[in-house]
């Protein structure tokens, strides 16, 4: 069984867990604004022996919006690993080791998540560490150049990737303005002009790694008041800052757009149809509609999967994201064919689907399996603090909180057929479309 | 007497059959709890090792037709519709020596879910369509995705070739371009019967399911075939002689390295675990703690990563917990190099190699001893959290004939390990003399010729590194690797695997 990860369920994971009047996330949670506003979740959870800490910021590629800085906010996640003056990279490390966290952090267009699993009996040392750094990062330039290298590494390793390659042409082309042009990882003229931005990072560190733009979240094995008091005190010293990102908001499409890429070497080929679609916000219906759409629409159980992949078996998969973004992004539909003589017809059949979807209202049934499937898919991402973490930051980096999470899945549940057939005819309009193709060349 | 002859004759039969009705106890493997999600790995114990000469991937296919085609009950869309708003899915894993089925669902859907998971592996319907659908994108897999899509995957395939040549091991567990293209769909038939067998079958189920479902579970895979009694085959021992170097050609801006040689460790040796705290040393994987990061990344920004292994570890890439249910009896011990911008590729392959004989030569200190001891210890609790990683581990203990717990047994040895035993391992188990190393990149033919020549490979940084940093590059770059000119292969991309 192929699994799909529909980026788009991490957020939908929150949706209908119950139907109860009171509040659907099953766990006990406490959410506290210190003074200095950094914001505090705390989830005790059946985990054995383990917690699992995170520290979301509200800052991530769509923050760089000035030209030749693109990759900074991925840069500077790799950055935060440099130690301060109390802790030295060596002795973080050593540190580290020894309590034997599983670590690491990630960063996406719209935040940035750095995170630890580790026994409970290391709490207040974890909280030290990471309050610490958070308030006291510290590198060189040394060390700042060479690290740029090893995000190099991170982006040749992916070179051969056609779907990494697919994102970079699609933002490229769909977008003028918006940050969301570039990828995370950024330009690749930018990665290789980081080693001359030592200065740019340090500001970069000042105007977004203050309290307001973060979120601390703790799941697992721990005592929350103790915690909390701990947080309290080790990060208290944090001075909120005053900077806003003044995105630069991306003009109307006129057009379709096209592109294509020629891939060096052979692969499967891949057409991939995006539509500049509206923001994530807990209380749209449209964004919920669209989303639910995404599934009804290319999902494993819809029509056009059974022509294309079971019957027709022209395309390998075919799949739609309304992936959420705090700014109007894409909606992708995409699918990789067996031979390129079939782009264009697996194409159109994006088109013809997307027809019918506004022709008429959204089958009533399938509407209701989506939203068991959502249903039970949250139900089942709770198991371990790990889990639940990722499913939640996903959640969190949007509204700093979990209070949404009943707003959402109102929403969400009153999402009609009806509703679904009027967003698709208010999106899918051709000249609202960007177009990729890629196709390998033999070497 | 004629009477209670024929009686007794009439029991016999069904004594006989009543005592073959269930599958036993000892083939079960059962972790109850509390948690509603229930968890299925349904292991059996053939893998791609198992693929007859010339049908290589067949084992990989037959799994195929189980987890993503129809079954005698429902086609394959409307086994996707019925699991659909249980969000639940069964997926097959095939490794060299084990295919494992495994899925996980509510306990809300436990009957709807099971009899859906029951079917696809006790009546597929091996239908033409599911079929012609399931080898193309298999061999569009080997020819395409594996040769061009991922170049580290293909380093790692291209190792395991290169150490396994002529041996079950020795193929990637999605065959080769030829094989596939000439798997028939009477070959998974006969695949599946002679492989699929209640010889074969440990069931592991975890959480809070009724006892009824143990009841049925029994019953219904006893439908299975007996099953042969010799499936535990003998696997020749693979044989490394000096240092072989595969280059696969293709273009990119920075080469992928990985190599490596055969250890006779698993699991359930004695010395494997002072190995695998040597290991964890040198480079725990995708991990900042392993001297290998520390000094190629951190120091000289060479690349991504840089880990050591002595377990398989598929998809490293993608993964940062190994995957359970890869248990192999033949280990190797690896050292993965993430790619490294072609100017500094000679460079990093040799810093690597000289990296390994350093610990050869001088073991670990006691101070990295017990701070990597201490990472290995506290670091366990990540692992087997879910019911479904719990089960894994579990079957995996059982390949391995251990009677205590891996994780269990990985704690009581290295609270009572010493620096000793782990520079004793190092000493008898790891080697530079005989090698096999793959590598994925450009101009593959002149990397080749630099290796043979020990073309002089100095390097130069954006910014000033520390003097004690820029001495040793100078050794490095310099270090000379043994590989003879007839010990090199180069092969294009779109060739190997064919």
């Known amino acids: 069984m192929k699994r799909k990860l529909l980026i788009v369920l991490s957020l939908l994971l929150f949706v209908a867990a119950s139907l109860r009047a009171e509040s659907i996330f099953p766990y006990k949670y406490q959410e506290t604004k210190l003074d200095n506003e950094l914001r505090v979740i705390l989830i005790p959870m059946k985990n054995p022996g383990l917690v699992s800490y995170y520290t979301v910021v509200h800052a991530g590629s769509r ?121 995370t990882i950024g330009f690749i003229k930018d990665i290789q002009n980081m080693p001359n931005e030592y200065e740019y990072s340090l500001q970069f560190f000042q105007r977004f790694y203050r309290p307001e733009n973060c979120t601390i979240l703790v799941l697992g094995n721990f005592d929350p008041a103790q915690t909390l008091t701990l947080i309290k005190k080790y990060y208290a010293p944090w001075k909120p800052g005053d900077y806003a990102t003044k995105p630069i908001p991306e003009p109307e499409q006129s057009a379709e757009r096209r592109g294509k890429i020629d891939y060096q070497g052979d692969t499967l080929p891949i057409v991939m149809a995006a539509y500049k679609a509206p923001a994530f916000a807990v209380d749209s219906k449209e964004y919920a509609a669209l989303t639910l759409l995404a599934d009804l629409a290319f999902g494993e159980t819809s029509p056009l999967y059974q022509r294309l992949v079971l019957k027709e078996q022209k395309a390998d998969f075919v799949q739609a994201d309304n992936d959420p973004h705090r700014d109007p992004y894409l909606y992708q539909i995409y699918a990789r064919v067996k031979d390129d003589k079939d782009l264009p017809a ?98 | 007497m004629i009477r209670k002859l024929l009686l007794l004759f009439l029991l016999i039969p069904s004594l006989l059959v009543a005592a073959d009705a269930t599958i036993p106890d000892s083939q079960l493997l059962l972790i109850k709890n509390d948690s509603p999600l229930i968890a299925f790995r349904i292991l059996f114990r053939n893998g791609s090792a198992n693929d007859p000469a010339g049908k290589e991937g067949l084992a990989a296919l037959t799994s195929s037709m189980i987890d993503q085609a129809g079954t005698k009950t429902n086609d394959y869309q409307k086994i996707l519709e019925l699991l659909y708003p249980m969000s639940a899915s069964y997926s097959a894993q095939v490794d ?35 079929f012609d659908r399931l080898k193309t994108d298999q061999l ?52 599946y019967a002679s492989n699929y067998t209640r010889k074969n079958i440990t069931i592991g189920i975890a959480g809070d399911y009724p006892d009824s479902l143990i009841t049925q579970v029994k019953k219904d895979f006893a439908a299975l075939p007996a099953g042969d009694a010799g499936t535990d085959r003998k696997l020749p021992q693979p044989t490394v002689a000096d240092w072989n170097v595969i280059l696969i050609d293709k273009q990119t801006p920075a080469t992928g390295f990985t190599f490596g040689f055969p250890i006779p460790l698993t699991r359930s040796d004695d010395d494997y675990y002072p ?6 040393w040198l480079g725990q994987h995708r991990s900042q703690v392993g001297h290998l990061f520390g000094v190629m990344r951190e120091v000289r920004g060479l690349n991504y990563g840089d880990y050591a292994y002595i377990e398989y570890f598929p998809f490293g890439g993608r993964y940062f917990q190994p995957l359970p249910n890869v248990g192999r009896h033949q280990q190797i011990f690896e050292i993965w190099i993430r790619p490294v911008q072609n100017q500094n590729r000679q460079f990093a392959l040799r810093m690597a190699a000289r990296e390994l004989q350093k610990l050869i030569d001088n073991g670990i200190t006691k101070e ?36 205590t717990p891996y994780l269990d047994i990985a704690r009581t040895r290295l609270t009572s390990m010493t620096m000793d035993d782990v520079n004793r391992a190092i000493k008898k188990y790891l080697s530079t003399t005989n090698m096999v190393v793959a590598i994925v990149g450009q101009d593959a033919a002149g990397l080749a010729k630099a290796i043979v020549d020990n073309t002089p490979s100095p390097i130069t940084y954006e910014s000033p590194k520390p003097d004690a940093v820029m001495q040793e590059d100078k050794q490095i770059e310099s270090y000379p690797l043994p590989v003879k000119a007839d010990h090199v292969t180069v092969i294009p991309a779109d060739k190997i695997f064919q």
């Open chain 2, 140 to 191: 569009n897999y080997v020819a395409k995705s594996l040769r061009f899509n991922d170049d580290e995957e293909l380093a790692k395939e291209t190792l395991n070739w290169g150490i396994f040549k002529g041996h079950p091991y020795g193929h990637p567990d999605a065959g080769l371009v030829s094989s596939v293209q000439k798997l028939t769909l009477d070959d998974v038939k006969s695949y």
């Open chain 2, 275 to 280: 190995l695998m705290l040597a290991a964890s």
């Open chain 1, 63 to 183: 923050d760089e919006v000035e030209p030749g800085k693109s990759g900074f906010a991925h840069f500077f996640e790799h950055m935060m690993f440099r130690g301060t003056d109390k802790y030295p990279p060596e002795k973080r490390n050593d540190i580290l080791s020894n309590m034997g966290a599983d670590t690491n952090a990630y960063t996406t267009d719209d935040f940035t998540n750095y995170y630890l699993h580790f026994p409970t009996k290391y709490l207040e040392q974890v909280i030290d560490l990471e309050s610490d750094r958070f308030m006291n990062l510290k590198y060189s330039l040394p060390a700042f150049q060479t690290e740029s290298r090893a995000v190099l590494g991170e982006y040749n390793k992916n070179f051969s990737n056609p779907f990494v390659q697919l994102d970079e042409k699609i933002r490229d082309v769909a977008f003028d303005k918006s940050s969301y042009k570039h990828t």
């Open chain 1, 346 to 443: 697996v194409e159109q059949s994006f088109y013809s689907t997307l027809e019918e979807m506004k022709q008429k209202p959204a089958d009533p049934k399938r509407l209701a399996d989506l939203k068991s499937n959502l249903k039970y898919g949250f139900l089942m991402s709770l198991d371990t603090s790990k889990r639940a973490g990722s499913a939640l930051v996903r959640y969190i980096e949007l509204t700093h909180n979990l209070e949404g999470i009943d707003t959402l899945f109102q929403t969400f549940q009153s999402v009609t057929p009806e509703d679904i057939q009027k967003v698709a005819q208010k999106y899918f309009d051709p000249k609202n479309r960007t177009v990729i193709t890629l196709s390998g060349a033999k070497q």
């Open chain 2, 96 to 130: 060299k020596e084990m295919t494992v089925v495994y899925g996980v669902t509510h306990k809300d859907n436990l009957t709807a879910y099971y009899n859906l998971l029951r079917d696809a592996i006790l009546s597929p319907a091996f239908k033409q369509d599911d």
């Open chain 2, 368 to 403: 990295d001893f017990e701070t990597t001891r201490n990472f290995l210890l506290n670091y366990s609790v990540n692992l087997a959290q879910s019911n479904l990683e719990q089960l894994g581990y579990a079957l995996d203990d059982r390949f391995y004939a251990l009677t």
